[in-house]
């Protein structure tokens, strides 16, 4: 074996020297919360780097939703899951069909609706929210779950309309061609040639509305307050109207809300790092 | 009838529908469900927004609020400082992480975890280490010095550092992520050729990568900024906008001001950021619609 060298040593160093504090600031958040949901109050409260008692009884009380804020955690939980699951699913029928007609059907018009839905995609989120609380009330659909879902899928759609556009100019001409000269409807095009070389792309925007939908929060504390009605993040936030917030609790509710969008970002990375980065930022 | 009289000319043309193709009918059948979403939720509410903003008193009463005037401060320190500082460390990470090796391949994977998981628990995460009393920071502070360490969300300036320090933690790892890809599509030749010459790490830095990511980072800094701008959470979640209201910025003004009824003043706060946020968007749309 040969010895390393001094440089290749000093090399080594350095790299640790930058590699030791990014972990220790990416994890001392996360590790804090992981701390408190298995910290008796006492020891969480005391400041201590390990409990001298590890438990996981504070996932026993919010599963068996025995504490005055967490009566509602699965209802809430649900809400969260099938807010989630509608902004996803009707995000990528809306922009599938978008993208299709303005990238494949050359739509008159498409180049125009895509400018403005780019347009809508740099509109900070949080300035539209004012009026969107408004715009809901009127529509009559404030405290309703379609309210946070329509608003969902409008922050969501201009991103993945654009996404799959840039991923269906890449599909060659020739294959719609070939489909038409086979006798092909447009539909069938759709279907069984333009869906399927699509399937990445889908993926991706699917997984990335699914996301937004799950960790927002302004919109959904905005246009929910029912305790039945709110989402997870929205009754995380509500932890903070008492003095003496259970924080062990509000953490521990915090960690396993956390889980589920870092398993599915985990499990997607391949096509989240190909299909969103490459598509957020063309240099 | 004149168009009887003059002939085949004048007969009027086949209706709309079957002057399109069968293709173009259903690109508009497949367009309206977005067209639709655009009318109901996008145009109605921002002209509905900017109807209620219309009165000039709204903007005496902004200019008169200190807060409105503070709110914007914080804002631009919140962009100019904070996203610079930002995208400053995540070009130096990007270099960091182009080195091959198995433990920072590794690291690189823990690293995304801020952007992974929801902002919402990490955020109150970060409030109670900074609690005053209980928190983990001021507890070490105490048992190393013996001091009570300061109160650290009830000073603005803190604060709305923390504000900034939490807002870069969330979005770090994204922007890192977006400029290594950048940073390995330069050519590798090129830095093989720097060594042969013995170029050193700063001139390799100035003559190859930065030439080749300066307009990805430029790109990167203006999205960061005016996305940044929406950024509710950060402040919101961390101090609340206080103490006293003095660490609000436009995003959290807005909703102050719904939540006390003042809607018209809500919208025309928005209106007011708009002179600065259209030409940035405007210069985005630019770019990326090429």
Known sequence: MKLPSLREVGTEARLLLIGIPVFLWTMIPIYHMFLFAISPKEDAFSGKLWPDHPTLHNFEIVFKQQHYFLRDFYVQFWNSVVIAAAVGALTLFIATAAAFSISRLKVPGGRVVLNLALFTYFIPAAFLAVPMYRTMGNYGLLNNHWSLILAMVTIASPYAIWVLKQASDKLPVELDEAAVMDGATTLQIFRLVYLPLMMPSLVAIGTYAVLLAWNEYLYAFLLLSNDREITLPVALGNFLAADDSPWELLMTTGFIYALPPAAVYYAFRRYMVGGLTAGAVKS | ?290
């Open chain 2, 1 to 290: 009838m004149a168009i009887t009289l003059s002939g085949d000319q004048a007969i009027p043309g086949p209706p709309l529908s079957s002057r399109l193709t069968p293709a173009q009918v259903w690109g508009i059948v497949l367009l309206a469900p977005y067209l639709l979403v655009f009318l109901a939720f996008v145009v109605y509410p921002v002209c509905y927004g900017l109807w209620l903003a219309r009165a000039p008193a709204n903007y005496v009463a902004l200019y008169n609020d200190p807060i409105f005037a503070r709110a914007a401060i914080n804002t631009l320190i919140f962009l100019v400082i904070g996203i610079n500082i930002k995208m400053l460390i995540a070009l130096f990470l990007s270099g960091f992480f182009a080195v091959q090796r198995p433990w920072i391949k590794w690291l690189s994977v823990i690293f995304i975890l801020p952007w992974a998981v929801p902002s919402i628990p990490t955020i109150l995460s970060v409030r109670f280490m900074l609690n005053p009393e209980w928190g983990v920071i001021n507890h070490l502070i105490f048992s190393f010095t013996g001091d009570d360490g300061p109160n650290w969300l009830n000073d603005p300036t803190v604060a709305l550092s923390m504000a900034i320090g939490v807002h870069i933690w969330k979005s770090l790892p994204f922007w890192t992520l977006i400029l290594i890809t950048g940073r390995l599509a330069i050519s590798h030749d090129l830095f093989e050729a720097a060594e042969v010459d013995g170029a050193s790490w700063w001139q390799k830095f100035r003559y190859i990568t930065w030439p080749s990511m300066q307009t990805l980072y430029v790109t990167c800094t203006l999205l960061s900024m005016i996305w940044t701008l929406g950024d509710f959470n950060s402040v919101y979640l961390l101090t609340g906008g206080g103490p006293a209201d003095l660490t609000h910025v436009l995003a959290t003004l807005g909703i102050r001001y719904l939540r006390l009824d003042q809607l018209s003043l809500a919208m025309a706060s928005i209106v007011c950021a708009m002179p600065f946020v259209l030409p940035l968007v405007y210069f985005m749309m630019k770019r990326l619609s090429r």
